[in-house]
């Protein structure tokens, strides 16, 4: 994900014709049970997932609305979200050691 922001960071500066304010994402769905067996199966922890009634303040669905930036800038998003979970959980496990 950071790939995407720094790209339209750049495209931002050398394409936008005005300033804007962008969604930055996917813009596509992904649910929090996928999140989580995601991180089970690159962590190799096999912890189980605890289901609990929701919040008022949850968040049911979200998306990124990517619309705007593709359509003034010809963004689009390169990333991918398993890889960029792989790469925060390693940087968190350095972090870790350096740490602790």
């Not at 960071?9 to 649910?31: D, E, H, P, R």
Request: glycine share 8%; proline share 4%; with cysteine.
């Amino acid at each position: 994900m950071s790939i995407d922001v720094a790209m339209v960071n750049f495209l931002s500066a050398t394409v936008a014709k005005q300033s804007g304010v962008y969604n930055i994402g996917s813009g596509t769905n992904i649910t929090i049970d996928a999140l989580a067996e995601m991180m089970k199966e690159i962590s190799g922890i096999d912890v189980p997932i605890e289901y609990v009634p929701m919040r008022p303040a949850d968040v049911k669905h979200c998306r990124a609305e990517i619309s705007k930036v593709q359509g003034d800038l010809g963004f689009k998003p390169d990333a991918d979200i398993k890889k960029g979970l792989m790469e925060y959980l390693n940087w968190f496990m350095e972090d870790v050691k350096i740490s602790g």
